[in-house]
């Protein structure tokens, strides 16, 4: 088994649907520019309130790639 070595950034997915389309949301969007993505973490989950009510629910996320090397 190789050893690996990761870089982590973080993001914020938000969705009207709930947390696990926020996640999504981000996941998709971080893959059109960042490649070898292999794990994620959820870091924090919040929602924005209008009214009293949740308007989008929003989700950071760790998302770990492996570097080229």
Do not use: C
């Amino acid at each position: 088994m190789d050893d690996h070595v990761y870089k982590v950034i973080e993001i914020v997915g938000t969705s009207k649907d709930g947390i696990e389309p926020a996640i999504r949301n981000a996941l998709t969007r971080a893959s059109a520019s960042v490649k070898q993505m292999r794990w994620f973490e959820v870091a924090e989950t919040r929602g924005d309130l209008r009214d009293g009510q949740v308007q989008y629910w929003q989700v950071r996320l760790k998302i770990g790639f492996t570097l080229n090397g």
